[in-house]
């Protein structure tokens, strides 16, 4: 082999390892792209996870809707706000019970929104599945 022969050979396999180098680069790049969908979509699934899992508390919800709904100021069938003479009974010793079950459900309501705000749980699974109770 020649001098010649030896620098062209050289020169092709500089060449070839530049473009492998090149291939392999645009791989990784490649990659670290797929690699933050991914972790994205990861996050997205859990959001929407664990709103299925914080908003399973519906049966809880629907008991103490039940309860406050069989009590003197019918919840779920009220079209307008308590009386006076409602919210004196609500705080007298005989609403006592009933104080405490209001009080629960909003508490159940307050959680709800709570992890709504916080981003714990999407956003949009949650509308779907309460925007009938909480606007």
Do not use: H
Request: glycine share 2%; proline share 1%.
């Amino acid at each position: 082999m020649t001098s010649q022969n030896l620098s062209i050979l050289f020169q092709s396999l500089t060449t070839l390892g530049s473009l492998v180098s090149g291939v392999i680069f645009f791989l990784v790049l490649w990659q670290l792209i797929l690699l933050k969908r991914q972790i994205a979509d990861t996050r997205k699934w859990n959001k929407m996870s664990s709103a299925f899992t914080i908003f399973n508390l519906s049966s809880e919800l629907v008991s103490v809707e039940y309860k406050l709904n069989k009590s003197f100021i019918k919840f779920s069938d009220r079209k307008d706000p308590l009386s006076e003479e409602e919210m004196n009974r609500l705080f007298s010793e005989e609403g006592r019970e009933v104080k405490l079950l209001l009080r629960e459900y909003l508490n159940i309501l307050e959680t709800y929104c709570t992890a709504v705000n916080m981003g714990i749980v999407d956003s949009d699974v949650a509308k779907r599945l309460y925007e009938f109770k909480i606007v």
